[in-house]
């Protein structure tokens, strides 16, 4: 999914900023509108199965294991097999995606107060806020940053896998504050490499599949973020 920088600088050599400025803001907004979307569906799905019961039924059941596994397994899908796919089929992906990791979520309103996860719900919304602006406006080159959030990530995937077996309440707690820090991190990087991947010239379906990778990895910054602060500062039932 990469671009001709070339090209770019050319057409910006040429006069045509404001175009591509234009163009640069409506293709940031698509990404924007995919992950607002995707969210709103995952919430909608989470709040549905915990109040159906569906969670507590899947929870019992062998099935369990795979509503987990199946948003990664979809993930992995989308991140290396996207530019196989149709525009068509990559915004179906998405949208299942949001829809089953917002099944496997369905837990956290049996655990949490409902009045908890809206407030962590706006924390989260203004903190992502602030950091994809910085991340949009800042001249900064954020690629050390994301490196190092990078190798921080895969550190507490690997402190969680662990955890999953020792049960330590002190280790998820620094988990959980290395998370806030990290998905932080990370929305301000990932919205600059969104800004810096945009090129005019890409064709429909080209640039119909960048949103789609952007809004995926913008929308698990957000939710990842969500529920570090929420293992943080959410109050149980």
Known sequence: MSYDQGNRWTARATGADVGIDAGLRQYMLRIYGYMTGGLALTGAVAYWAAAS???VQLAHSPLFFVIILAPLAMALVLGFGIQRMS?????LAFWAYAALFGLSLGGIFLVYTHSSIARVFFITAATFL?????GYTT??????????MIMGLFGIVIAGLVNLFIGSTPLQLVISVLGVVIFTGLTAYDTQMIKENYWAGDGAA?????????????YLD????????????????
């Open 139 to 148: 001249r900064r080159d954020l690629t050390r940053l994301g490196s190092f």
């Open 130 to 134: 602030s950091m994809t602006l910085y």
């Open 222 to 237: 957000f939710v990842n973020l969500f529920l570090s602060l929420l293992q943080l500062m959410g109050d149980r039932r």
């Open 53 to 55: 019961g569906l969670y």
């Open 87 to 91: 525009l068509g089929a990559a915004q």
């Open 206 to 218: 080209v640039a119909g599949k960048k949103a789609i990778i952007g809004a995926l990895n913008l």
